[in-house]
Each structure stands twice: as C-alpha cells, then as structure tokens.
C-alpha cells in the first residue's frame, strides 16, 4: 500500500491525497475510512471532509465508483491490479485527534483522512510527502528519508500521527534503553532542560512499574495554542497533546502541572489501551463502534496512575497531588448520574454521548468515576496483603499474562486477576461500584482512612449560588445554568439547567454573576431568565434562602504512618 500526501494552497485547508492499491485481483475493489478513532470512543464521521473521490487505473484511466455507505467505496476494477484513488481532505480543525494544514504546518492523524481496503490492514504502507525542503516531520513512524516514512500495516500507519513544519522544536534524550522525544509546535519557549528533569523522574516509575518499555522509542509531539485548550490522545509509541495558552505552559503557577498531569496519563496508556486492550478491540474494527464495559480500566486506572506516578516521582508535591484528587471528588459528587447509571454502562454508552454533557443525571464519568474506583481497588489489595501488592501488580498481570501474549482483556478477566492478586473477593466493589451505583463514600472514607487520610465536606466557600444549588457555566459571554443540585431551592423555584442568566436584582450579568451573588448575600435575590424559547421569566430568592447545595470536597492528610509510605510506593 502506498499513500501520497500533497496540498496546493494550504489556506483552503485541503490535503490532497493519493492511495496506491497493488496486488487487486477481482472485479470489484471495496474501499473503507475509518468511522472513528482509537482514544475517543464515539463515531467520528471524517467522511464529511472528503472531497473529489476519484478512481482509476495505473495508467490514469477513470474507473467506475460508487459510494455504498457514507465511509465505505466501492470500485470497477475493470481487470486493472493497480488502483489509484485521489481525493481531498479537509483539514481545518486542530485538536489533539484532529488533521490540520495551514502555511505554518501539515498535521495529520491518519485514522481521521487515509483509506484502507477491508481485509488488507496488515499489508506493510508507505507514506511519501511532498513538502517544503525545510520541513522537519515529528512522528513517531520510521523514517527512510526525511519526507518518506513506512509502517508496518495499515495500523501502525493511523496509530502514528505526524507534524510536519519548518518551525518544529525538538528535542531528545535517552532512558532506559528508551529514545524519548519533544516535538513542539506552535508559539512556544520550552525549557528543555526542565522538561529532561521532571519527565524523566515519572518515566522511571512508570517503566520499573511494567519491567519494561513495549517500545523501542517514544514521542511527546505538543500543539502548543494562543488560547486555553487541554486535550491528549494516546498512541502505541506517541502521544498528540493540544495545550494553551503559550504563555502559560512553562510557568509553575500557570498550566505546566497541567501539562505534567496530561503528559503522564497519556504514557500510561502506552501500556495500558495501546498494549493492555479490551477484547472488543483486539483488533480494532474501524468501520463501526466497539463496544466495550472496560472505559473504567482504560481510563479510570490511567487518570489515577497518571496522578499517583507524579506524586511517587516526586514531581508533584502532596498539595499538588490532592488538588487532582479533589477535583475528581467535585466531578463525582456533583454529578447526579452517579445515582442512575455505572461507570460499566456509561462505559458502553460514550458511544452515545460520552464527550458532551449530555441530559442531565443519565450517566458518570469512565475518567473520574474509574480512578477514584481504582483508588479503592488499589487500597482493597493493599489490606488483604499486607501492603504486599497493590493495584500496580495487577496491571503488570494484564500486561504480562495478556498483552503480551496477544490476547485482549475481558470485564470477568479484570475481576478474576484483581480476585487473584487480592487473594480475596473483588464481588463487593465490582458490583457495587463498577456495575453498580452504590454510594461511594463509605468505600471513600475508608480506602482514605487506611492511609492515613480523610476526606472533608464543607459547604461551599467560594461561590454563593452554589448554597442556592446552582452552578453555571459562560459559552459565548452568557451565563447558563450548567447544573442544579438535587431538591435544593433552586429547583423548587423552578430554575432549569440550561436556562440563561441575564439580570439579577435588575443587574445585568456578563461573566459575573457570582460576584453579584456574593454582593447580595444578605438580601433578596431576583434573577431574570431567559429559557429556550425565548421566553424570559424571574425567579425571586427569598432573604437568606439557603437550603441543602454544592458542596466542597478536600482530601486531607492527618498522618504520614506506614500504610501512606506503603500505598505511595505501591
């Protein structure tokens, strides 16, 4: 297989592509793009970016096509056993999964724009850009010149994304028999030096954690943006992270534990997803969903590991550490779906809706609600052995015992190995907590408890609205109604999620209204909304109304006995 990557005016965003199908031997040739990517489970539709889809021979004569669904072709091969198919893709979204081209760079992610023929995914692909002389490419495919690169089958090819520009930054260095690489793109200053120090520290962990790298390289390619934007995508020898401000990437107080959080959670998964895999994935099917009950190993395990190695390396200090727990205990307890539906099912249903808020209460978090569950899975091991194991040995199990022998991972495979690792049974918390919507506080508090720790509840100190049972959010300079707290005062009175904030006490509000909240604490409180229809209402808060609402959730460390010593190093 061979592909062919051009443009000609890189400010209509469009990449001409050329696929090259050898070998065909039969009359009719089917032709597939992928309908999602591997790391956002939910269908993609890159297919509306395609543009000019054309066939023909190897002497150039058209071909007869047709489209028979919206990512699928098929073609008349009319006895040619060479196909070439042009066509163009349109590439102007830049995100961490996305395909992007402008004058300053070509970024592309193979899953979202490159054909493939149905039963030929292991065939060998090359990949020749025609590019400026001055442009260096990033990825973490091999390269047999500075502008041709191979994989060994079509998904290595979409597994390894790749920047090319004239402006890339990088740099390298080398640990544990492992080359490592930063490639930077966009408004940046790096300190490389700095980013050596702190990487290499979590590395280390999360190698000794496995006895080993599955790779022989590994690239940190950054899409460094002018405005706020947090976002990574794993692959099996590479990560796409997507982060901004520029200007606030380096600085301590400003997004670079950010930027250590992302960086770390995506290296977790060069193990765990890219090597450790559902069985539903193993192999990946392109064409349709794949659904599978595990997002609470596959991301709930890697955002818990991905905090827990930068505390263990040292990199993150106790306060930064807890700020990350905290947050997963606000995204838990304020959301209400943690009543109505597992993690295991909202799991198999991200399909559904899984990367937007969606109704409200219908489903948890495979991020948030997965790592505080592995937390507990983690400190279950802990109790029953004595600080002997952990949940770390249960990942290595998977590693060693599963990917490493070919085989993808099952939901009963989980329980069964934690089971196994535990040497006690994992029914309570397996369905309980991850097929089951039992309250988490009691697990919580004692998991907590057991290293040294407790965790706090206060009424929330920071926002006034929120002792109303109110949260809101700003999307283009209005202020909505992002959440209501169960039974509180606020849903009595008949406020609704989504509802538009525009007035209070006869105050117009931009992005301030928990100022004005806080202004009028002591007083009656009048806002004036505007709903979905159109319609515009007001809603009066008694003097002093306060009921039960949003609260605060802190992690707290009374003690530093062993069992701590023991979980941190576990």
């Not at 004058?103 to 039963?119: A, S, T």
């Amino acid at each position: 297989m061979k592909y062919i990557v051009s443009y000609q005016q890189p400010n209509k965003h469009y990449i001409d592509i050329e696929y090259i199908i050898e070998n065909v031997a039969s009359d009719k040739l089917q032709v597939q793009l992928p309908a999602w990517r591997p790391g956002r489970y939910e269908l993609g539709n890159f297919a509306k970016n395609v543009q000019k889809w054309n066939a023909f021979d190897a002497s150039g004569m058209p071909l007869a096509a047709r489209k028979l669904k919206k990512d699928l072709w098929e073609v008349e091969t009319n006895g040619a056993q060479t196909i070439h198919i042009k066509y163009n893709y349109f590439a102007a979204e830049i995100n961490a999964g996305s395909s992007y081209l402008d004058d300053k760079q070509l970024y592309i992610n193979g899953v979202n724009c490159f054909l493939y023929v149905p039963g030929r995914e292991n065939e060998a692909c090359d990949l020749i850009l025609k590019l400026p002389i001055d442009y260096e490419v990033g990825t973490g495919m091999t390269k047999v010149h500075p502008h041709e690169l191979v994989a060994r089958d079509f998904h290595e090819l979409v597994d390894c994304p790749f920047i090319a520009s004239p402006t890339l930054k990088h740099y390298s260095f080398k640990l544990k028999e492992v080359d490592f690489h930063f490639w930077f793109q966009g408004e940046c200053k790096p300190d490389f030096e700095k980013l050596e120090q702190d990487y290499s520290k979590f590395i280390e962990k999360q190698i000794e954690a496995f006895g080993g790298f599955p790779t022989k390289d590994y690239h940190f390619l950054f899409q460094i943006l002018t405005y706020r934007n947090y976002h990574g995508v794993e692959h099996s020898n590479s990560t796409v992270i997507a982060l901004g401000p520029s200007y606030d990437i380096m600085k301590p107080e400003g997004w670079y534990d950010e930027l250590l959080g992302v960086s770390s959670h995506e290296l977790y998964h060069a193990w765990n997803v890219k090597q450790i895999r559902p069985i539903e994935m193993h192999p990946y099917d392109y064409t349709q969903e794949n659904y599978t009950y595990l997002g609470y190993l596959d991301e709930g395990v890697t955002t818990y590991y991905g905090d827990k190695f930068l505390l263990q390396a040292e990199v993150f200090n106790w306060s930064q550490y807890a700020k990350t727990f905290n947050q997963l205990l606000e995204r838990h307890y304020n959301n209400f779906g943690i009543h109505n539906y597992s993690v295991a099912q909202s799991s198999f249903d991200t399909w559904l809706d899984g990367y937007v808020k969606g109704n409200p209460g219908r489903k948890v978090s495979i991020y948030t609600e997965g790592a505080l569950i592995a937390f507990i899975t983690d400190v279950f091991i802990l109790k029953h052995t004595n600080n002997e194991r952990s949940l770390k040995d249960v990942m290595r199990t998977l590693y060693e015992d599963f990917a490493q022998q070919g085989k993808g991972v099952s939901d009963e495979d989980y329980k069964q190995v934690v089971s196994t690792v535990a040497g006690a049974s994992y029914d309570g918390i397996y369905n309980n907590l991850l097929h089951g919507t039992a309250d988490y506080t009691p697990y919580l508090e004692d998991a907590l408890a057991y290293i040294g720790c407790e965790m706090k509840v206060t009424p929330s100190k920071n926002h006034h609205e929120a002792g109303l049972g109110i949260k809101v959010r700003t999307d283009n300079g209005r202020c909505i109604v992002d959440n209501l707290y169960p039974d509180s005062i606020a849903e009595e009175l008949g406020l609704s999620i989504s509802d538009e904030i525009i007035a209070i006490n006869g105050i117009r509000i931009n992005t301030d209204f928990t100022h004005w909240c806080n202004y009028f604490i002591e007083d009656e409180i009048a806002i004036s909304v505007k709903r979905e229809l159109g319609t515009i209402c007001k809603i009066k808060f008694p003097k002093g109304a306060k009921r039960t609402g949003f609260k605060d959730y802190e992690i707290v460390k009374k003690d530093d006995k062993q069992h701590f010593a023991c979980w941190l190093t576990s």
